[in-house]
């Protein structure tokens, strides 16, 4: 969690999951397959491993460490499974409850707690997906529509740059933008000047606003960052379809619909699929930050849940229970959002 | 994304500027208008927040509370920098955020870099199994609490370690990097080879020079990273007061107007004043003071940023 923009850079720019890379690749595994078979260099003998000596001992402390850092944390999931109580010792001391922690989580007043932080999760996440893809790829259709490279190059900086902001800084921009006038809420103010509305809005302590106010500060700071891979997407259609269009009469919106639109479809539906793929893992800071006790019936999401009722108040099993959940739903979605978008890429792009 | 779709376009450009000619149409010259003006517009609404709070936190604080301050400050006054400097936890926090970047992104390279060649290694047995545990740890994360736990049992909490341990090797970083290595000529690392390198030398001497462009870029992304993060401070730190960060002290910042927010009804900021060493100034042009404290630095580095993120990007989209 805490390296999140290389997270976002992950989802957003969607490489592969695995070393292999989606083009090409069957070809490259079935090589290295034959060749590992007939090739002795690949074979696994005690003087191979003795020649390699010096980068195994590059590698193997770092896998170690990786595995230790990665991997061994699972025993933490024990939790979800006892009736942790931290005074009463280490986690092997506690005393194991089976799935009553689940039974807890998914049935009764939890139960409906926690169904409400899904439906958030789900909610703010979708919402955010949807608003944020729609928006960079009108600002993508728009900006290659400009043809002064430096004014171009301008714009792309401006709105590449809220991306490097902490999402620390932006909820607190965010928080002052939509407070009252008389806190700095420029937004209120503007409304005001413009006669929209007679009264300030307390967009923050209103539940109906928040899912709507975490998808439209999500565009704020990734909507230019996201128009890369679009805008690359843009170059690669070939330049002979807009000549010909040309020829055929076609303005410039009947090129930018019927020629470059359907030419980033791909692109479009690729990142679409990887991107629904971390649905549940996306939105933490903003719900964190920005949720008060007021709107927490929309604001609260899982990764909200487990810190605020999990770490915050010592209920670790229920957190841990929420925790497993989340993990599970999320490898098997990723999952299957990498596989479909490797199937899809090799029917329409290969 | 496949490698093609974004591979193509490095290779295209200039055949494609060459073939669109320049017309004037009444239509073009309506579309250029509106579509000028609307990312100027868009340009606007991208800079207004960080000029307003610019402006607020150069503005005097007891004036900034009547509100309406736009990119120019009202009152002129340094007073709200002299508060925020003369405090002792925002002046320890910033150069603890300074210490921890700085030994993050040194860690995080070496490492990430030494493992990453040994990976580009295409003689190297245990290639493939030791790429496959890295690369799963991209999708796969045991969660926040069995996290902590590790950390706690590792005795590491309140600990400078928890802050450069846990992420000295990020798997994404580690891809990007080896597949740059592996496009250095082989030819390259056999010289080094005759010459009598061993697999370090040729690491150290020949392959980490050659990759100073993506070290760059890979080193300002983690740099970023590091000095953006605010949750490790928070779950693993927050005890100690000396190992806070300036994330972490503006999110407190953040979250205690936030709780007097939802208290009296929706204004994010109480207008009473703040006392701190004999100086006066108020909890919004306090904030807006630290926010710009705390992105200074990135904006800093954001012209070299912007140079290189776009190439970083394809870097990563590209591997094979």
Same mark, same amino acid.
């Given at each position: 969690m805490t390296d999140a923009t290389v997270s976002t850079l992950v989802a957003g720019?969607?490489? $592969?999951?695995?070393? $292999?890379? !989606?083009?090409?690749s069957r070809s490259g595994k079935r090589k290295a397959r034959t060749n590992a078979a007939k090739?002795? @260099? @690949?074979e696994i003998t005690w003087d191979r491993i003795w020649a390699q000596r010096v980068l195994l001992a590059m590698a193997v402390p770092l896998l170690l460490y990786q595995i230790l850092f990665k %991997? +061994?944390? +699972? %025993?933490? *999931? !024990?939790i979800g499974f006892q009736d942790y109580?931290?005074? @009463?010792?280490?986690? *092997? $001391?506690q005393e194991w409850v089976g799935l009553e922690n689940f039974v807890d989580l998914f049935t009764g007043v939890n139960g409906e707690r926690f169904a409400r932080v899904v439906a958030n999760t789900l909610g703010q996440s979708t919402l955010t997906l949807i608003v944020g893809t729609f928006g960079a790829i009108v600002l993508a259709l728009l900006l290659n529509e400009v043809k002064n490279q430096p004014f171009k190059r301008v714009m792309q900086n401006i709105t590449y740059m809220?991306?490097?902001?902490?999402w620390v800084i932006v909820a607190s921009l965010a928080s002052v933008a939509l407070s009252l006038p008389s806190s700095g809420g420029f937004i209120n103010q503007a409304l005001m000047s413009l006669n929209l509305v007679d009264e300030p809005i307390l967009f923050l302590t209103e539940p109906n606003y928040f899912w709507g106010i975490v998808a439209g500060t999500n565009l704020w700071k990734e909507l230019g960052w996201n128009t890369i891979l679009y805008l690359a997407a843009i170059t690669a259609i070939d330049p002979t379809l807009y000549e010909a269009a040309e020829v055929d009469g076609a303005g410039r919106y009947r090129k930018m619909f019927s020629i470059t639109l359907p030419g980033i479809m791909p692109t479009i539906v690729v990142l679409l699929i990887i991107n629904s793929g971390w649905i549940l893992s996306t939105n933490f800071e903003l719900p964190y930050f920005l949720g008060n006790g007021l709107v927490s019936e929309t604001a609260e999401t899982i990764d909200v849940f487990v810190l605020r009722y999990g770490y915050e108040l010592g209920n670790y099993s229920l957190a841990v229970v929420a925790g497993i959940f989340k993990t599970v739903v999320a490898i098997i979605l990723v999952g299957s959002a990498n596989l479909a978008a490797k199937r899809l890429n090799q029917e329409t792009l290969v | 994304m496949s490698s093609t779709l974004v591979a193509k376009p490095l290779a295209q450009p200039t055949l494609r500027r060459r073939s669109r000619r320049r017309r004037w149409t009444a239509e073009g010259v309506i579309f250029t208008t509106l579509n000028t003006t609307f990312l100027l517009l868009l340009a606007a609404a991208m800079i207004y927040p960080l000029l307003n709070t610019l402006a607020t936190s150069l503005n005097d604080g007891m004036d900034a509370v009547r509100g309406g301050i736009g990119?120019?400050?009202?009152? /002129? =006054?340094l007073k709200n920098y002299e508060v925020v400097l003369s405090m002792h936890t925002i002046y320890q926090a910033f150069f603890m955020s300074v210490l921890k970047t700085i030994v993050v992104v040194v860690t995080n390279l070496l490492f990430t870099s030494m493992l990453a060649y040994a990976l580009s290694r295409?003689? /190297?047995? /245990?290639r493939r199994p030791i790429t496959l545990i890295f690369v799963l740890t991209m999708y796969f994360d045991a969660g926040l609490i069995p996290n902590y736990l590790l950390i706690r049992d590792l005795g590491?909490?309140? =600990? /400078?370690?928890a802050y450069w341990v846990p992420v000295m090797i990020s798997a994404f970083n580690l891809i990007i990097l080896r597949t740059y290595m592996k496009s250095i000529p082989e030819e390259i690392i056999e010289s080094a080879r005759i010459d009598g390198a061993g697999e370090f030398r040729t690491w150290w001497l020949i392959v980490m020079p050659l990759c100073k462009p993506t070290l760059a870029v890979v080193g300002l992304f983690v740099a970023v990273g590091s000095w953006n993060s605010w949750l490790d401070t928070l779950l693993y730190? &927050?005890?100690?007061?000396?190992? =806070?960060?300036l994330q972490y002290e503006l999110q407190k910042l953040l979250a205690s107007s936030m709780n007097a927010g939802a208290n009296s009804g929706?204004?994010?900021? &109480?207008?009473a004043s703040v006392a701190q060493g004999g100086q006066v100034t108020t909890p919004i042009s306090l904030r807006s003071a630290i926010t710009v404290v705390a992105a200074v630095p990135i904006l800093f580095v954001y012209p070299f940023l912007q140079k290189h993120f776009v190439s970083g990007l394809m870097i990563g989209s590209v591997k094979g």
């Open positions: 720019s969607g490489p $592969e999951p695995d070393p $292999e890379p !989606a083009n090409g090739d002795p @260099r @690949r %991997y +061994v944390p +699972v %025993y933490g *999931w !024990a109580k931290p005074g @009463r010792g280490g986690i *092997w $001391e809220p991306h490097f902001l902490s | 990119i120019w400050p009202r009152v /002129f =006054s295409n003689e /190297f047995i /245990f590491m909490l309140n =600990s /400078f370690q730190n &927050s005890g100690e007061q000396w190992l =806070s960060t929706g204004n994010a900021a &109480s207008a």
